[in-house]
């Protein structure tokens, strides 16, 4: 089994603490812009190689590493919607990472006030919901960790009025393999 990737994906850490907490025995393998351009049809990180399967999607490949342990992925409607709710707000905020790194004007277009309001509205409702993360199943848990370490470490957004998100990274950062799979500093 391979997994492509890299080291500062959101989406990419939590594979890679899937297979770590699974046991799955999978080769690294670093992959920038140009290497998934041309070896997914996505053209993104992560993707996974494993003999005739090749997955092009986190939720599929995070999927497929549970059930290939024997274990469920996201059985529970409410931790699946907290995991797609995090979706959103990692794709927007990716996204505009990514133009403003390609050097966009980023007030350019009303389009990105709207995609900054909805990280902004998205993060103060899980704010409010004051999830409890132990009760959510594991991969709510995770996506929802790697979404807000991603976004304090590539500076998207703040914490500093929310505390509960606040205290639940702490929580996370506490963890071995979550420390274990931290994006090496200054990447
Ligand atoms: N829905 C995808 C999202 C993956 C994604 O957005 N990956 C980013 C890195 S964090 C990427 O490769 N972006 C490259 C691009 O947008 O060109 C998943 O869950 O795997």
């Known amino acids: 089994m391979q997994l492509f990737g890299s080291f500062t994906s959101p989406y990419v850490r939590h594979v890679r603490i899937a297979l770590l907490q699974t046991g799955t025995a999978c080769e690294f393998i670093e992959t920038d812009a140009k290497g998934s351009a041309v ?25 497929y590493i549970r059930e290939q342990a024997g274990h469920t992925f996201l059985p529970n409607i409410y931790s699946l919607d907290i995991f797609c709710l995090i979706n959103t707000i990692m794709d927007s905020a990716i996204n505009l990472f990514l133009l403003e790194r ?16 909805r990280i902004e509205a998205s993060l103060d409702h899980l704010e409010k919901l004051e999830v409890d993360a ?17 976004g304090v470490y590539r500076e998207r957004f703040s914490l500093a009025a929310r505390p509960h998100l606040q205290k639940l990274l ?4 506490a963890d071995t393999l979550f420390a274990q799979t931290a994006p090496p500093a200054g990447a």
């Not at 009760?135 to 790697?146: F, G, N, S």
């Open 134 to 150: 132990q009760a959510l199943d594991v991969d709510a848990k995770l996506r929802l960790e790697c979404c807000l370490a991603w």
């Open 102 to 117: 390609n050097g966009l004007d980023m007030n350019a277009n009303p389009y990105f006030d709207r995609q900054r309001a």
């Open 170 to 173: 702490n929580a996370a950062q």
């Open 39 to 63: 070896q997914s049809p996505t053209m993104k990180v992560p993707f996974l190689h494993d003999g005739d399967v090749a997955l092009s999607d986190s939720t599929s490949i995070i999927r």
